[in-house]
T-cell receptor, first 114, second 112 residues
Framework: AQSVTQLGSHVSVSEGALVLLRCNYS??????LFWYVQYPNQGLQLLLK??????LVKGINGFEAEFKKSETSFHLTKPSAHMSDAAEYFC????????????FGAGTRLAVHP | EPEVTQTPSHQVTQMGQEVILRCVPI?????FYWYRQILGQKVEFLVS????????KSEIFDDQFSVERPDGSNFTLKIRSTKLEDSAMYFC??????????FGEGSRLTVL
């Protein structure tokens, strides 16, 4: 069965610093992988996704993630944090490929301080 | 930009009452989903719906839950007799079959 592990439930960075949010997955089939962001009292917004092809994927708001099959990882990065990046970030894997039934990680709350 | 809309945004109910959460998926989408997020916990899959029937459901989705698409536009989640542990944010999502999966902004259910 598919699963997702996000290392670090809370990450705190300074404004302008590198953001690194870790995600490891397990999947018995080639995975579709996703990062979603959730701002307080709002829904889930897709940041980026990996389906096939290029392993480095770029998303909105300057985020990117790299699919590393050998490490079963899909870490999210952003070179320079902005105060507006403070939110909860969820990594997800689809079960069986496609978009059918996403399995989410527990989430990482990102705090950005001046 | 197309969006999935959910109503109500927040509902408070007494334990044992029936609740219906409504979703209007994007108009040309074919696959519909409900997820829930208990406060402070991960987002969990509840059910997927395609071609007017449930295609998959999780162990959470027991006999107290049902879904239907009564009029070709709305997609509803009904909880027959709410329990305290049903308090959560419920997210609807829809998918055309290609492209993106879109989530609504959620309906917060509080059971007292």
């Amino acid at each position: 069965a598919q699963s997702v592990t996000q290392l670090g439930s809370h990450v705190s960075v300074s404004e302008g610093a590198l953001v690194l949010l870790r995600c490891n997955y397990s999947s018995s089939v080639p995975p579709y992988l996703f990062w979603y962001v959730q701002y307080p009292n709002q829904g889930l917004q897709l940041l980026l996704k990996y389906t096939t092809g290029a392993t480095l994927v770029k998303g909105i708001n300057g985020f990117e993630a790299e699919f590393k099959k050998s490490e079963t990882s899909f870490h999210l990065t952003k070179p320079s944090a902005h105060m507006s990046d403070a939110a909860e970030y969820f990594c997800a894997v689809s079960e069986g490929g496609g978009y059918n039934k996403l399995i989410f990680g527990a989430g990482t709350r990102l705090a950005v301080h001046p | 930009e197309p969006e999935v809309t959910q109503t109500p945004s927040h509902q408070v109910t007494q334990m044992g009452q029936e609740v219906i959460l409504r979703c209007v998926p994007i108009s040309n989408h074919l696959y519909f989903y409900w997820y829930r997020q208990i406060l402070g916990q991960k987002v969990e899959f509840l059910v997927s719906f395609y071609n007017n029937e449930i295609s998959e459901k999780s162990e959470i989705f027991d006999d107290q839950f049902s879904v239907e698409r009564p009029d070709g536009s709305n997609f509803t989640l009904k909880i027959r007799s709410t329990k305290l542990e049903d308090s959560a944010m419920y997210f609807c999502a829809s998918y055309r079959g290609s492209g993106e999966l879109f989530f609504g902004e959620g309906s917060r259910l509080t059971v007292l």
